[in-house]
């Protein structure tokens, strides 16, 4: 399965490329086209096919390729916004819902696993949150406070699963696991096995707002009733780019010595934390760890997040040796809880969006709140995850300031080689934004030694694109467009590509 970067997830590896078996739509009029092949978008078109309707998946690229190919698949009611804050944002009762919806998306997943008999290695799981100083200890109690009385079963546990110094800990029921592509790819048989169409490297262009949708896509117009955008993020500028933060992390897979693999899920308390949980498949054990995570764009040596995790997971197993290493982007919002629901000024165009590192609970959650509105117009969650919602939270104005480097700029198309002095700086394979006469361009240097210069202009919002050693992507610092090494659109807000800059021999 192909995702979106170079490097290979665990997910991928263990994974077969999924291949439509019916792709035909034949100029049909769909109940709904669901944008994007991803957790929220193949288990959103299920749901609804299920419920009758007549469903058109219609993906950029292949069933996976976005973030759940990067994903490490902790299902959890144990959220990353902790519920002290959600109940700081949302009240009480707001917090309850929050945690109902969490667990009735595990139960989703519980369920479907298990109707369509899928191999996705699916468990519940204990998640020991831990501790390891003063600050940490107050803050762990805080949480655990505010977890409970949202209705999150816990204690308090004097042991943690992996083999680190801790203060205090606390363990939570209820949590899962599971393999995540593998899951997808058998929603997406199931999905077809009841009359849906999935039409991959079919990207959505525009869509013409009526009652009647006209979806211009790569492959032809494709009329509906109702879309989803299970995008990620919804493409374009829309509010969204304002309300959702991109954020990149780091994970990895190890095998380990001594074969001491943790039981449950865990994570310390630092900022960002460390995730750890194990896996098997088709007999293999891993141990998957992560963390790392930063603004998008906002590091220069995405390659050093690797190191910091390898030498990380062996100070704690001695021997440990990676098998594979992957980073994936996700979407953090200004108030801690995704968007799902209608567009804002919109009666059948949907989205979801600001997962954070939630998305294989909210993507789940969002498919069983977006097939409600479309079957029946209602649902309990309608309206604490609203994307209409605007919360007037102090965090509100330093988040648009975050988002709000945007610079335009604008350089000459045509550059003669020699010129270019900082090529000759370049190794196969290595790319840098850089100046030329007081101008920014992109410069990367392929593996048989031609240099390949384009605009770093991110077409989306103008602000200037950076390099991403790791992935071998241009990625956006602003809202999270991401690039091939050839300047190609792969994923984000962003609607095209690089513009590329003609260089004369
Ligand atoms: C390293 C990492 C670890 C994580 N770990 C966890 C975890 O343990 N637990 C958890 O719950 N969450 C986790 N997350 C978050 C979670 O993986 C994501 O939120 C989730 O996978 C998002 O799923 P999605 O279906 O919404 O989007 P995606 O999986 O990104 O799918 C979107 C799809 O839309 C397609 N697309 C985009 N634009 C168009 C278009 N115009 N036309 C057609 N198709 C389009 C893309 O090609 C893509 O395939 C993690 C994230 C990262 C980065």
């Known amino acids: 399965m192909k995702r979106d970067g170079t490097l290979e997830s665990l997910w991928q590896k263990t994974t077969p490329e999924f291949n439509s078996k019916n792709n035909n739509w034949n100029d049909k009029l769909f109940d709904v086209v669901i944008v994007g092949g991803g957790i929220t978008g193949v288990t959103t078109a299920l749901l609804l096919q299920q419920q009758g309707k007549q469903c058109l998946i219609a993906e950029s690229f292949n069933i996976g390729f976005g973030t759940t190919s990067g994903t490490t698949a902790h299902l959890n009611t144990l959220l990353d916004t902790p519920y002290s804050i959600i109940e700081k944002n949302f009240g009480e009762d707001g ?57 999150v079963e816990g204690r308090w546990t004097d042991k943690i699963p992996v083999p680190a110094d801790f203060t205090i800990a606390a363990e ?29 490297n079919c990207k959505v262009t525009d869509v013409k707002d009526g009652e009647i949708l ?99 997971i062996h100070n704690l197993y001695k021997g440990s040796k990676i098998s594979a290493k992957w980073s994936s982007q996700y979407y953090e919002s200004v108030d801690g809880l995704p968007y799902i629901g209608l567009m804002p000024g919109s009666d059948n165009v949907y989205a979801a969006t600001g997962y954070g590192g939630n998305g294989m609970t909210y993507g789940t959650l969002a498919a069983r709140i977006v097939t409600d509105l479309i079957t029946t117009k209602y649902s309990i969650y309608k309206d604490i995850f609203s994307p209409s919602r605007m919360k007037p939270i102090a965090g509100l104005s330093n988040f648009i300031k975050e988002n709000a480097d945007a610079i335009s700029s ?16 370049l190794a196969p394979g290595e790319a840098r934004v850089t100046e030329f006469n007081g101008e920014k361009m992109a410069l ?15 077409p989306h919002a103008k602000c200037i694109v950076n390099w991403n050693t790791a992935e071998k992507t241009w990625d956006c610092p602003c809202h999270g467009g991401r690039y091939s090494c050839m300047g190609q659109l792969i994923t984000g807000p962003a609607t095209k590509g690089l513009e590329r800059i003609t260089i004369y021999e």
């Open 214 to 312: 006209n979806i211009n896509t790569t492959q032809g117009v494709i009329t509906a009733n109702n879309l989803v955008w299970a995008t990620h993020l919804p493409p374009g500028i829309n509010l969204f780019n304002f309300r959702c933060a991109p954020y990149r992390s780091y994970a990895a897979a190890f095998k380990l010595a001594d074969g001491t693999y943790p039981a449950g899920l865990a994570y310390d308390m630092k900022d960002p934390y460390h995730y750890y949980r194990s896996q098997t498949i088709d007999g293999e054990k891993y141990l998957i760890a992560g963390g790392y995570d930063h603004k998008t764009g906002h590091n220069e040596n995405t390659g050093f997040a690797f190191t910091e995790l390898d030498a990380h």
């Open 172 to 200: 939570f029921a209820g949590q899962a696991q599971m393999h995540p592509t593998r899951y997808i790819a058998a929603l997406a048989q199931a999905f077809e096995a009841a009359g849906g169409v999935i039409v991959q």
């Open 444 to 458: 990367y240097k392929d593996d048989n030694g031609k240099v390949h210069a384009f605009d770093p202009v991110c």
């Open 410 to 425: 604008f350089i000459g198309k045509r550059l003669n080689y020699e010129s270019i002095e900082q090529l000759a700086e």
């Open 95 to 151: 917090a309850k819902l929050v945690a109902k919806g969490a667990k009735e998306a595990i139960n989703i997943v519980e369920i479907l696993s298990s109707k369509y008999k899928i191999n996705n290695d699916f468990s519940y799981q204990y998640a020991t949150l831990f501790a390891q100083n003063e600050d940490e200890n107050k803050e762990l109690k805080k949480i655990f406070e505010a977890t409970i009385k949202a209705g």
